[in-house]
């Protein structure tokens, strides 16, 4: 009895773990290469023939067209992702030139999906073409790759350092001009303490100005006297001097 339950044990745990084993298989994405590939020489050969004009055409087109439009074309991209596309191409156009040939495919399947990636030929330089699939065959993205030769990759990083080491120094002069002009603060301090002492004696002196306007209009009095006197008595100014002036209050009626 209990070799027959042992056996019927042992039949149901292999009968469990083969269902296991074959449900990961079922969740295992298939990936028709073929058909990925193809989808990606339609696409490159389709931006190679398109103009400036052509990409405004699709990048001012309303989402809900351009959406139809790729489904009518059989492209299994969703529009946001293709408008991002064109921009890798035209920056890839930029760096490496026009596309003269295609050399070679290569599929290879991700963590998360999958890509397929074009070994190319363009007019400055070699490079490649990365275009990502997602795990419903759908593509996401293109990445365009430039191949530099090793005195292009040494001369990028030479200029890298010295635009680096520039921006250093030219931030350390920048302080040290600064912390130089610190040196003649006190002077200008000094300027303008000496600028508000004599604004001070200059309305200091202001009074001093009338004093002697005043000493002035009193001599003109004393002359005025001094002739009148004289006159009422039938005598010249010579012979008295006028030493001071005394103002009388006048009186009141």
């Excluded at 190319?120 to 993205?141: L, T």
């Excluded at 001009?177 to 303490?193: A, G, T």
Aim: proline content about 2%; hydrophobic content about 45%.
């Amino acid at each position: 009895m209990k070799k027959k339950i042992s056996i019927v044990g042992l039949v149901l745990l292999l009968v469990f773990s083969f269902s296991g084993c074959g449900k990961k298989v079922e969740d295992k994405p298939v990936y028709d290469e073929e058909a990925m590939t193809t989808n990606v020489e339609r696409i490159v050969e389709t931006f190679r023939g398109m103009t400036d004009e052509d990409f405004a055409v699709f990048e001012n087109m309303p989402d809900v067209q351009l959406t139809m439009t790729l489904v009518t074309a059989e492209l299994p991209i969703e529009g946001e992702e293709f408008l991002s596309m064109i921009e890798a191409w035209k920056a890839g156009v930029i760096e490496c030139g026009e596309i003269k040939k295609i050399k070679a495919y290569d599929f290879e399947e991700l963590k998360s999906g999958a890509s397929v990636t074009l070994d190319a030929e363009f007019e400055n330089r070699d490079g490649e073409i990365v275009v990502n699939f997602d795990e419903k065959m759908k593509m996401e993205s293109m990445t365009v790759n430039a191949e530099y030769s090793m005195s292009e990759i040494l001369k990028k990083a030479g200029l890298n350092t010295v635009l680096g080491m520039g921006t250093v120094f030219v931030v350390l002069i920048f302080i040290s001009f600064i912390i130089y002009l610190f040196r003649y603060i006190p002077v200008l301090e000094k300027k303008f303490s000496r600028k508000s002492k004599a604004t001070a004696e200059v309305k200091t002196a202001t009074p001093v100005v009338e004093e002697v306007e005043e000493a002035a209009d009193d001599e003109e009095l004393i002359a005025v006297i001094a002739a009148a006197v004289a006159a009422a008595e039938g005598t010249s100014t010579d012979g008295f001097v006028v030493r001071s002036i005394k103002r009388r209050k006048t009186n009141r009626w």
